[in-house]
């Protein structure tokens, strides 16, 4: 099914018209003023096309064409600081433009389909990210939500508060899964695979996994002139071992990417041999084996580089999030639809972490849509995607989401 390109591209204005900085990029930070009138103009205006629409507890905007369960497409409409007229929004103007297409063609299925708006994807304002999914996957917890503040004390309750939400209830929002037979999710790559392919839009197989370590060298502060390279035991060399070996790995290993992405040395200076250093490892893929060889091939060369260096190095993993294979159900729609229209669209992993992660953990069937980003650039007034690429995008959204609905 082809979409209206002139009613997608409208739409996409419309809404970025909600936080425009005179950059020419958006900033809607999640429960700011912007951000919560995107979400209101989204409401309005699928009730002014007849949807069926409503919030829930956690400011989620649901529309419905028709009847329930429903194929839901959707993203979100909160940005990071200076973020870019793509990301998010570009999912949701797909969505409602699906719904309108298909609903004025008659297309079968059409009346199966529903809109999702998640809130505060991003995390940035309450350190918290994809609530609205994790509201409805039954991941958070109320404490959670009440110790939420802004770095300079803004409650996220006193906001949900203030624009009519009763944090309290959020916990009811997992009870609107039975609305859900699927999530699709059309969302700009944020990297150069497709650009490099030379292709507009890719599909989603899986939301990698994610693993955190923090390292802390002990060695021995020391007089920058006076010691000899024989006596140092240098904090700082077994981290510098670590970042070479991350990007060894990363290079030599597929699907992989691994950084050194935070290095410090404790009360360092000029003239003073690092005594401690601490640094942080960041591995991602969607092949949890292959992020577990890696974590144990920089810590291998971080930890020979120790012993000969006379340092002691301490390690802990501090974070874990387990790769989100798209279900196959979903990748199969979305594969017809590429032929369909007969489209090259790659499958690929997203790097990245989008609300389909938390929904496929709660057992929700789920699928993404990469639409090619321009010189990869995201979170950024620059951040760009051609209008012909995202109608063709939308397009492959909607074939996918109709065949899934016509068959459900
Ligand atoms: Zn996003």
Known sequence: ?????????????????????????VERLAWT??????????AQRCRGEGLDVDYDEAGNVWAFAG?????????????????????????????????????????????????????????????????GSRALAGDIESDEVR?????????????????????????????????????LEMHVEQG???????????????????????MDVIGEANHAGTTMAEDRRDALIPVAAAALEAQRTMRETEGLVATVGEAEVTSGATNIVPGHARASLDVRSLDERKIDE????????ARSTAERNGCELKIQETKRLHAAPMAPPVL????????????????????????????????????MVFVRSESGISHSPRENSSQADCVLGASLLATAALRLAWGS
């Open 1 to 25: 099914m082809d979409v209206n390109e002139h009613r997608l591209w409208s739409l996409l204005s419309e809404v970025n018209e909600f936080g425009a900085l005179e950059t020419g990029g």
């Open 33 to 42: 003023d912007s951000e919560i009138a995107a979400r209101e103009w989204l």
């Open 67 to 131: 009847s329930r369960p429903a194929v839901m497409l959707g993203s979100h409409l909160d940005t990071v600081p200076r973020g870019g007229r793509f990301d998010g929004a570009l999912g949701i103007v797909s969505g409602l433009e699906t719904l309108l297409s298909a609903r004025e063609t008659k297309t079968p299925g059409w009346d199966r389909l529903g809109l999702l708006c998640f809130t505060d994807e991003e995390g940035v304002r309450f350190g918290l990210g994809m609530t």
């Open 147 to 183: 110790s939420a503040t802004t770095s300079d004390g803004i409650r996220l309750t006193d906001e949900m508060e203030t624009a009519g939400f009763d944090p309290g209830s959020i916990g009811q929002v997992t009870s609107r899964r039975n609305d859900v037979s699927a999530y």
């Open 192 to 214: 150069r695979r497709l650009e490099r392919a030379g292709v507009a839009a890719g599909i989603v197989t899986g939301i990698v996994g994610l693993s955190h370590w923090r």
């Open 294 to 301: 890696a974590n144990d091939r920089i810590m291998a060369a």
């Open 332 to 367: 199969d729609a979305m594969r017809a639809a590429a032929r369909d229209l007969d489209v090259d669209a790659p499958e690929m992993p997203s790097m990245a972490g989008h609300d389909a992660m938390t929904l496929t953990k709660a057992g929700i069937d789920c699928g």
